[in-house]
């Protein structure tokens, strides 16, 4: 269902609101879940446990999605 990309799509989505970031790296899923809806995303608790996991961290950023974006699309 979840791939990369949607990881990336929604760290990108929250990549300007640190607050919103840190309070889903520390969420439970079913939090982080209810968190993104109030920010009008729609993901799935499998989403988010890849989000979590991705900014967790802190060291990925929006530069480093669009990198790993970039390298899927590679012809």
């Known amino acids: 269902m979840g791939s990369i990309l949607d990881v990336a799509d929604i760290i990108k989505k929250i990549n300007g609101n640190q607050e919103l970031m840190a309070q889903i790296a520390k969420a439970d899923p079913k939090e982080g879940v209810a968190l ?19 900014v967790a961290d802190g060291k990925l950023d929006l530069g480093d999605i669009k990198n790993l974006a970039g390298g899927l699309f590679k012809k």
Not at 36 to 54: F, G, P, R, Y
């Open 36 to 54: 993104l809806k109030k920010a009008n995303i729609d993901v799935s608790e499998n989403d988010i446990k890849k989000v979590q996991a991705a």
